[in-house]
């Protein structure tokens, strides 16, 4: 009993961001990165980066609209190539963002209001470079409204069992309340912006965009429960999306596609190499703004361990399919795999379980998940194996699947590099230029976090 | 009871216990029409001012159902009514597959429903309210916590809720211009 009771009182749990913080100062220091009139030669560095690839994006996607998708290595049978690859792995980036946001809110995960305003920008960003890809593959990009089913005088309508057209409804639906929910969490945050800065425009802007938000206590608890319906929306809907981004595999008859156990292991990739991708933003950042008080080595290791655990289920899933293409006695789904594993694109495979399987193994260790540097190194090394896991899912696949005389290799040009690069760009672009306008960490949630936050009730008499 | 031409008096408190007490008291003091005003949501102060109920959750439910019975219907008419393609005799009304879409849009109209509603609900956007006229509460988004009893309240005085609200020992009591 004695022992029972000891952990019932047990304190609570160390608090999640550095000592000596105030309401003043966590709001200051926030603001300030947006605020003041100095720009950090590591913005400008990484902004300019961007920009010169979103150039190149540019530059790509006019030569693809006036030459066609000829200029990517994309030839029968390897139709889908670099573009869905690139597809796949961007949507999967954002999935994190939105489990940062919504499932760990549900689960009352209080660390995560420190990293889930940018992680959410992340999401916007990663979607909208996914949302470029299946677009520009279509081919003839400027019908790209096709895809929905609106009145015409053609009389045709949308595929509506195909889950190509599922995916629209997905990715379109995922933008959209991805958009909302960021946009809902910044709302108090430009009110706060508005209030604190000195400039006539800036107080105007964050003004209109912030709506008049006053922080009046009925209006807070309204937000709250908005923020949690939106939480318990988003929640299933994420899992929804990489769902039918797997069916877009699983339904087709491919050797190496055709198979049950998709869904979960693409969520599960999904949401690995989006924390990949949040350290990897998180890392620089904290360090160059001096924002280590704030998103702490604690964030970075919690982020490491479920990396470790995505980590596991993914090689899980790797093991499986071997076995389940064994399993089904069926000589092309041996041979898929046989493929994928010894034939011509056996180093790219080879590679993915290197980045995917070996090296997070790395993170049961403390020493690794508590260096920062390390971790960023970790980071990148996952995104590059789950960008290799999508590209041999679809190109050995399509490459060598019933007819030997149908078979064909696929050889990725500069172009196709050029676009990729390119949406990289685009995504530094954007991530870069909302750093430098709207806060980065939630300041009204990191307040929620400090010891001071705590209404003190007073005992009631016995 | 005189009336003012005022919007209401609030205090200024420099912590979230001293409002919550404040704002019991005076609840208790028989104040109805009064709001509080925070840098970040206290949930102890829903409770002191008894704002437990709002319609969110019954406006994203309705805009959820319109949603999804939406997004069934529209596939409905196009792959049975608008645009039949029989493929080996198999049924046009083939609900399995209309389950994702039904989903998506579900979820598109009652997130659309929550930030909408929510706005609708707090009365945003609202680029003027009475309360910015107050110096000092350009703080309420830093650090700051006011609580503020409206003119429009039964028991609302002038003198007599300033001197009220200086008795719970606030930083500050300030008029509230229209």
């Known amino acids: ?462 | 009871m005189t009336k003012t031409d005022i919007y209401g008096v609030m205090a200024e408190f420099d912590n979230p216990t001293a409002l919550v007490n404040a704002a019991r008291a005076a609840r208790e003091k028989g104040f109805r029409k009064l709001d509080a005003y925070t840098p970040f949501p206290i949930e102890e102060l829903t409770d002191a001012l008894h704002l437990h109920k709002n319609k969110l959750p019954l406006i994203v439910l309705v805009g959820g159902i319109i949603g999804g019975i939406l997004g069934y219907l529209l596939q409905y008419y196009v792959t049975v009514w608008h645009f039949p393609l029989n493929i080996d005799g198999k049924p046009l009304h083939s609900w399995p597959s209309y389950i994702v879409i039904t989903f998506e849009m579900t979820v598109l109209c009652a997130g659309l429903s929550a930030v909408f509603g929510l706005l609708a609900l707090c009365g945003l956007p609202q680029p003027y309210h009475p309360t910015f006229n107050v110096p000092r509460f350009a703080l309420a988004s830093r650090n700051r916590f006011f609580l503020c009893i409206e003119a429009t309240d039964p028991l609302f005085d002038r003198k007599h809720t300033s001197e009220f609200l200086e008795t719970l020992e606030p930083k500050e009591v300030s008029e509230v211009a229209h």
């Open chain 1, 1 to 462: 009993m004695a022992e029972e009771q000891d952990l019932l009182e047990r304190p609570e749990r160390p608090e999640i961001i550095a000592p000596g913080y105030t309401f003043g100062t966590v709001t200051d220091q926030i603001s300030a990165v947006v605020l003041t009139k100095k720009t950090p030669i590591f913005w400008t560095a990484c902004f300019g980066v961007g920009f010169a690839l979103l150039l190149l994006f540019l530059w790509s996607v006019v030569l693809l609209f006036a030459k066609g998708v000829g200029i990517w290595g994309i030839r029968p049978p390897v139709m889908w190539g670099f573009a869905i690859t690139n597809f796949v792995w961007w949507i999967g980036i954002g999935h994190a963002g939105t489990l940062i946001s919504a499932i760990l809110l549900l689960l009352n995960q209080r660390w995560r209001n420190s990293i889930n305003r940018f992680a959410e920008a992340m999401t916007l960003f990663a979607v909208a470079c996914a949302g470029m890809f299946p677009v520009l593959h279509l081919g003839r990009p400027w019908l790209a409204f096709w895809l929905f089913p609106y009145p015409n005088t053609m009389a045709i309508q949308p595929n509506f069992r195909s889950p190509l057209v599922w995916d629209v409804f997905a990715v379109s639906t995922y933008a959209t309340i991805s958009a909302l929910f960021w946009y809902v969490g910044l709302m108090p945050d430009l009110a706060t912006l508005r209030d604190r800065t000195t400039s006539r425009f800036a107080r105007f802007t964050y003004g209109i965009m912030a709506m008049g938000w006053r922080g009046s206590a009925r209006h807070w608890s309204v937000y709250e429960t908005a923020s949690l319906l939106l939480a318990g929306l988003a929640t299933p809907l994420v899992l929804s999306v990489h769902t039918v981004v797997s069916f877009d595999f699983t339904i087709a008859i491919v050797p190496g596609w055709h198979s049950t156990f998709f869904p979960p292991y693409f969520v599960a990739g999904a949401i690995y190499c989006g924390f990949a991708m949040v350290l990897a933003l998180a890392i620089p950042l904290r360090s160059v703004y001096g924002l280590k008080g704030l998103i702490t080595d604690k964030h970075l290791d919690n982020c490491g361990k479920i990396m470790l655990a995505t980590g596991l289920i993914v090689a899980y899933a790797y093991l499986m399919e071997i076995f389940t293409a064994w399993y089904t006695a069926n000589v092309y789904e041996h041979e898929a795999i046989w493929h994928r594993m010894f034939g011509p694109y056996a180093s790219s495979y080879w590679s993915l379980v290197m980045c995917n399987i070996i090296a997070p193994q790395f993170l049961w260790f403390k020493k690794i998940r508590g260096n920062p540097v390390l971790l960023f190194i970790w980071a990148v090394i996952v995104l590059v194996g789950m960008w290799l896991e999508r590209f041999v899912i679809i190109v050995s696949s399509l490459a060598q699947d019933y007819m030997p005389s149908s078979w064909g290799l696929f050889h990725a040009t500069r172009w196709d590099w050029a676009t990729y690069l390119g949406t990289i760009g685009l995504f530094m672009f954007l991530f870069f230029l909302f750093i430098r306008v709207l806060p980065m960490i939630s300041i009204f949630e990191v307040r929620t976090l400090l010891p001071q936050a705590k209404v003190e009730e007073e005992e009631a008499p016995r």
